[in-house]
């Protein structure tokens, strides 16, 4: 059994700071890469930034700059810090990862169950 845990969402005012943190816990081999992905309501789910195991990142371009997205391989933690938040970062922000399961040879994708993040104006 695989959880991914989110925490560190909130409310904030624009201009602010807040840093996610999402843990990997269960019977885990290996992660090749973890990610954040928001969605807010009435929207479809994008991704904001991705960060493979060995440290190769990726980011949309409405967060770059502003988002800064780090693995502790070590802790299964990927972390977001998030500066300079605008309200348009308003969304439930959900935490990814590819991993593969002790005693399995594939790899599967697996999701959290969010955080809710609202910047105010």
């Known amino acids: 059994q695989v959880q991914l845990v989110e925490s560190g969402g909130g409310l904030v005012q624009a201009g602010g700071s807040l840093r996610l943190s999402c843990a990997a816990s269960?019977?885990?081999?290996?992660?090749?890469?973890m990610g954040w992905y928001r969605q807010a309501p009435g929207k479809q789910r994008e991704l904001v930034a991705l960060?493979?195991?060995?440290?190769?990142?990726n980011y949309a371009d409405s967060v770059l700059g502003r988002f800064t997205i780090s693995l502790d391989n070590a802790k299964r933690t990927v972390y977001l810090q998030m500066n300079s938040l605008k309200p348009e970062d308003t969304a439930t922000y959900y935490c990814?990862?590819?991993?593969?399961?002790?005693?399995?040879?594939?790899?599967?994708?697996?999701w959290g169950l969010g955080t809710q993040v609202t910047v105010s104006s």
């Open positions: 960060i493979r195991s060995g440290g190769t990142t």
């Open positions: 269960g019977t885990i081999f290996s992660i090749s890469g």
């Open positions: 990814n990862a590819d991993l593969r399961v002790v005693g399995s040879r594939l790899e599967y994708n697996y």
